[in-house]
């Protein structure tokens, strides 16, 4: 367990819908990235957020972004879905002191079924 | 540009035997790197953690390397078993980089 959570645990939206995912990160962490994984892919990183800031963004569209808010929690959102947004979507936090990202512990994930 | 590879692809090995996945990356300037494990339709659990000054790691069964200057890091499995199946991934952090780098991992059956 690394006590970082996602929900929903599965999604199926259709083409050009909107998603939101959810991501509570550990207690005290204040740094949380997302990554797509397409299936038989490594992740790859879309972005990550930096006490509430945009800290870094990977080769993703701007219809795909995010919040972080104090509590510790986090969405991304994406907006008019493609097909091609299917995807494992997961959310990893850490702490960021005064060095770079040290170890990330990552959640279970939000499949994306886009149809 | 990091980019990271893993090979093979998938790996099949009876229950028992000792093996090695092989992770390669392009660029040196790494802050560490990250051997994860990934079970079908699920998350990333972090094995191994070695940062860019030291060798290697151990934990239990596991054992990672890492060869910076020739980009190169290696997971050992000592006495495989049904329960490690799974799909292997590494990951790189470089300096000045936010994101962690993953390869496609490799895909490792231990067949009983």
């Known amino acids: 367990e690394t006590g970082v959570t996602q929900s929903p645990t599965h999604l199926i939206k259709t083409r050009g819908q909107q998603v939101t995912l959810r991501c509570s990160s550990q207690?005290?962490?204040?740094?949380v990235s997302w990554y797509q994984q397409a299936l038989g892919q490594g992740p790859q990183f879309i972005f990550q957020y930096y006490r509430e800031e945009e800290n870094g963004r990977g080769n993703f569209p701007p219809r795909f972004s995010g919040l972080q808010f104090p509590n510790y929690s986090s969405e991304l959102n994406v907006n008019a879905l493609e097909l091609d947004d299917s995807a494992l979507y997961l959310c990893a936090s850490s702490l960021v002191s005064s060095g770079p990202t040290d170890t990330q512990y990552f959640g279970p994930g939000t499949r994306l079924t886009v149809l | 540009k990091q980019e990271v590879t893993q090979i093979p692809a998938a790996l099949s090995v009876p229950e028992g035997e000792n093996l090695v996945l092989n992770c390669s990356f392009t660029?040196?300037?790494?802050?560490?790197l990250q051997w994860f494990r990934q079970d079908p339709g699920k998350g990333l659990t972090s094995l191994l953690l070695i940062q860019s000054s030291q060798r290697e790691q151990t934990s239990g069964r596991l054992n990672a390397s890492l060869d910076k200057s020739s980009g190169r890091s290696t997971l050992y499995i000592a006495a495989s078993q049904p329960g490690d199946s799974a799909t292997y991934l590494c990951?790189?952090?470089?300096?000045?980089?936010?994101?962690?780098?993953f390869g496609t991992g490799t895909r490792l059956t231990i067949i009983p």
């Open positions: 207690s005290g962490h204040n740094t």
């Open positions: 660029d040196s300037a790494i802050y560490n």
């Open positions: 990951a790189v952090l470089n300096f000045g980089n936010e994101k962690l780098t």
